[in-house]
């Protein structure tokens, strides 16, 4: 009987613990690429690389003040230096960033303008028209920096995370922001050291079987956004993902001899979820003419913290499958059925009518993206109650395709 727990913990300590923090680009970025191929070549699966490139970037200074106050900020990721010293104008909506004088002086941003974070000016992915409209205007008004008013009073996470995005730029929380609001035809000073670089990152795909033509796709997004360890998002998915490899090896070698699985198993440790979804598109190029030929997709993302519910939701499935599925649940107390959700690296194969599986979480997401996601918060029983049901789901999923049921 193999140890899951043993498993899914020497993942998460190497992934979270020792490597910590994986933007793109970054050296624990590669670190991580390393040590997922590692693990899929020990296991005897056909492994490649998938590189692109991309930016690396770094932080090294950031100084806000008011006055002589210090006020505290978080640059915007990917933000390039800066030291300057202006007056500031706020605009708190699109008819006040349209009509306000930015020139030479620092904008403000907040109310509906900083809602969520904005998308990246050439994602193609996702970039909706109102973060266009918004992007555009700033670059159009041209001020000196902008400083970005989070809705949130603690946590705050960068509301701006673009390479092609010029302007220097921070993000503060509601309650700083609501004091330099009170502080009009005061100067503020804005120091940033950043640091800028072409680099690279790479998918590591792993693959079992010798079909060669049809697969069943498990995947999770190995990379982080900055200033997390990013435990939750996605370090569980990513160990989870690496457990079920290793199960399923001495599983199918008990069930099924390889020559006649009906199809391919293939592992997927996408590398670009948090930024710009690159590493998917890259993945989606090479397969254009093989999502016809992919029996299903099962996407581990965001599982596994204590005060969390993990579940599960079905994309383009057959009625039949799901009832099986959901029969197959009920031996899992702790996971619920939520509606399809349309995020995460799931979206690239259930758009292309391939059936989906996503396994998430359900009451964590402010945590995502922040310094409190941590390995401290993560239950190795629900992480391991995901493995399980996941092996199920594959199982099934053989049994299906054997019997020639739609998944």
């Avoid at 970025?29 to 020990?42: G, L, M, P």
């Avoid at 499935?317 to 619920?336: E, H, L, N």
């Avoid at 941590?374 to 391991?384: A, G």
Wanted: contains cysteine.
């Amino acid at each position: 009987m193999q140890n899951y727990e043993s498993i899914i913990t020497r993942h998460l300590n190497e992934l979270c613990s020792k490597i910590g923090s994986r933007p793109i680009g970054t050296s624990n970025n590669h670190k991580a690429e390393v040590y997922i191929s590692r693990i899929f070549e020990e296991l005897g699966l056909q492994t490649e690389r998938q590189e692109y490139a991309c930016k690396g970037w770094k932080c090294e200074k950031i100084e806000l003040f008011c006055g002589k106050e210090r006020v505290t900020a978080i640059a915007n990721t990917y933000s390039n230096s800066c030291n300057v010293e202006a007056g500031f104008t706020a605009a708190g909506n699109i008819f006040e960033l349209e009509n306000g004088d930015f020139r030479d002086k620092i904008a403000i941003i907040y109310g509906e303008l900083t809602q969520t974070p904005l998308a990246a000016k050439n994602n193609n992915v996702y970039n909706p028209e109102e973060h266009k409209r918004i992007i555009g205007l700033l670059e159009a008004k041209k001020p000196l920096a902008i400083i970005a008013v989070s809705h949130r009073t603690a946590s705050t996470v960068p509301i701006l995370e673009d390479w092609d995005f010029e302007i220097p730029s921070v993000t503060i929380s509601a309650i700083d922001g609501m004091r330099l609001l009170k502080n009009a035809g005061k100067n503020l000073n804005l120091n940033i050291k950043s640091d800028l670089e072409a680099s690279h990152a790479a998918n590591v795909v792993g693959k079992y079987g010798i079909n060669g033509k049809e697969k069943l796709v498990l995947c999770a997004h190995l990379d982080t956004k900055y200033g997390t360890d990013g435990a939750s998002d996605n370090t569980s998915g990513v160990s989870a993902l690496l457990t079920v490899a290793e199960l399923l090896k001495d599983l199918l070698k008990n069930i099924l001899n390889n020559a006649n699985m009906p199809f391919d198993i293939e592992f997927v440790a996408f590398n670009g979820e948090e930024y710009y979804a690159l590493g998917e598109i890259l993945y989606t190029e090479k397969n254009l003419q093989n999502f016809e030929n992919m029996i299903a997709a099962i996407n581990l993302d965001g599982i596994g913290h204590y005060s969390s519910t993990s579940n599960i939701a079905f994309f383009e499935c057959s009625k039949q499958f799901v009832d099986t599925a959901m029969r197959s649940k009920k031996k899992y107390s702790g996971v619920i059925q939520v509606d399809p959700w349309p995020s995460s690296d799931h979206t690239f194969f259930w758009m292309r009518k391939v059936p989906s599986i996503a396994i998430s979480s359900t009451g964590t997401y402010d945590l995502f993206h922040t310094a409190e996601d941590t390995l401290d918060f993560v239950s190795i029983d629900k992480v391991e109650e995901v493995v399980r049901l996941t092996m199920d789901l594959v199982m099934q999923i053989i049994e299906f395709r054997l019997e020639n049921k739609q998944i």
